[in-house]
């Protein structure tokens, strides 16, 4: 019987066989039914379709990016692993047809691999270049409509917060939203919310009660969401905190009708961070908790079926 794989090995397998798929332009759809899935979730590990009690394993993957539009997933999968300077990254386009995902079409490829968001806005599918402080615009079919810059680039190592690590895009009200994580600037601050004009240059800049934040929700009310990471809480516009974890991030954030759905995540350095388990905390819309659901890879973003 051959024995354990060596330490490490299990992520030279899982990098070799992105590194492939990419070359082949391939697309690892592992299950494509989503029956009985409420939510899709993309991390490192995979997409999951999470339902009442469980979640699967959709695709293989190393997945940042998620959104759906008018009948079609997007996502951004990180082909590079480790190496984001590789630019191996690419983005995905999946059709939702009768509760299966179907027709994988690779749009996109050559991207750098620190890609995080992706949302449609204005016709436009937006990506979240984090590495070069940037909004990549593409059409729907994945042709370049131009790359708006609202920061100058500056270096990932960067301590003076000039690097902002750019996580989250949404509209909201008719206004384009940004995160701004602000993780590495030394001595440590809050995250921001930046506000763009339709020219995509900076009109406005606060403070989030929070560090390390991730995503940008609007509910019903026009009130906006997003996961004060650090502190393992989700924060409301009007002030509203929820306790989410204790010993855990929060990223990934979702509604449905009913339901929210707040994505946990262990935390560790990045060299590591593809081997690190998750879950997904289930919330009534009064902040209730009703379940946890255990992911096996840290959720980096969670949409509603």
């Not at 997007?74 to 630019?87: A, I, K, Q």
């Not at 436009?124 to 615009?137: G, S």
């Not at 509209?171 to 001595?187: C, D, F, Q, S, T």
């Amino acid at each position: 019987m051959p024995g354990p794989l060596p330490p490490g090995s299990a992520s030279a397998v899982r990098q070799a066989l992105a590194r492939r798929a990419y070359a082949c332009n391939a697309v690892r759809i592992i299950e494509p039914d989503l029956a009985g899935c409420q939510w899709l979730a993309a991390s490192p590990r995979g997409l999951f379709g999470i339902g009442v009690e469980r979640a699967h394993q959709i695709a293989y993957g190393w997945f940042f990016g998620l959104c759906q539009h008018d009948g079609r997933l997007y996502l951004f999968e990180n082909c590079g692993h480790r190496d984001r300077d590789s630019c191996q990254g690419r983005i995905i386009r999946f059709d939702l047809d009768g509760g299966m995902i179907a027709h994988p079409r690779v749009l996109v490829t050559g991207l750098h691999g620190n890609i995080h968001q992706l949302a449609v806005i204005g016709g436009a599918l937006c990506a979240v270049d984090t590495a070069n402080q940037a909004i990549r615009r593409y059409t729907l079919e994945g042709e370049l409509i131009d790359v708006r810059q609202p920061f100058p680039v500056a270096s990932s190592s960067d301590t003076s917060g000039a690097y902002l690590h750019i996580n989250s895009i949404a509209e909201v009200g008719g206004r384009i939203g940004l995160v701004l994580h602000n993780g590495k600037a030394i001595p440590d601050k809050n995250s921001e919310l930046a506000w763009l004009c339709p020219d995509w240059k900076v009109s406005e800049r606060n403070f989030l009660a929070g560090r390390y934040c991730h995503d940008i929700v609007a509910d019903e009310q026009g009130r906006i969401w997003h996961c004060a990471s650090q502190s393992g809480e989700i924060m409301r516009s009007d002030g509203l905190r929820v306790q989410i974890t204790t010993d855990l991030m929060t990223r990934g954030l979702a509604f449905n009708e009913r339901e929210m759905a707040v994505g946990m995540c262990t935390f560790g350095p990045r060299h590591i961070r593809g081997t690190l388990n998750g879950g997904i905390a289930i919330l009534d819309r009064d902040h209730r908790r009703l379940r946890e659901i255990d992911l096996p890879g840290p959720p980096t973003a969670i949409i509603a079926l």
